[in-house]
């Protein structure tokens, strides 16, 4: 069953995720945030590493990022670190970007999304070495 | 390693709020600032132990900053693209947020914390 919540929020963010990545754009996201990865929130390239630093990311470890957008940060980290990468978020058009983006990175291998909103996580207990989530449980 | 990390951003109304500044926190704030206890206190009565908070509200108000004065640049371009009404709503939306901020009354934190290996979970 889909909550008023979780349509409100397919709606308002697949619209903006579905938005042409312009040149401008992507010029902007650079200046602001550091990277073209379809940020349009407030962590920085900066605070990303320090995300990978503090769960200890590498080869092996397998990552959930719940609410990952157009695949910021946990398609990033996958694609820095070498970590498993399950990328968890409501509205379609941003997962559809972040795998496109996993082929382009070649980490596709290493990178799945899961359709979820984070109140009904369909995983088994122990599933992930680190959890991470950008703004999202504000 | 322990039953496993978290790590994340969050915004959050700041401590020691009266009702009426933090009602401004949750209107001003972005949509999803809904939490009513510390994220420390819900980390641990989640089982979470080695809990740490970072304050980064300075960060957060330069990224706001930017965002908003980036978008002015690219005004013209930005305004084809999505159209007058909603690059304006954005930009509302962001100045109010921005001086919620400057007021002291929004904050952002880093928080990090393990789950004890016996009781690991993702839920």
New interface residues.
Partial sequence: MVTREEHETRQKFGDRYA??R?D??R??ER???GSEWGVNG???VR?AD??AE???LGPGMRL?DLGSGCGWPGLYLAARTGCQAVLSDVPLEGLRRALARADTEQVADRVTAVASSARA?P???????????????? | ?A??????????PAPGLSPSQRRRAHRD??V????HRP?RELLERAGFIDIDEID?TA??AT??R??IE??EH?HD??VD??GIAEYERRQRERRTQLHAIEDGLLR?S?L?AARPKST????
């Fill in positions: 938005e042409d312009t401008v754009v010029q902007i200046a602001v945030i407030y962590t920085t605070q320090l995300l503090l769960l200890h959930l996580l995983f088994q207990t122990a599933s992930f070495d680190a959890v991470v989530h950008t703004d999202m449980l504000c | 390693m039953g496993g990390r978290t790590a994340f951003f969050t915004i959050h704030g972005p999803a600032v809904a939490a994220h980064c960060e957060f990224i706001a930017a965002w980036r978008s690219h371009h930005l693209l999505i952002r880093l990090t690991a979970t993702t839920d």
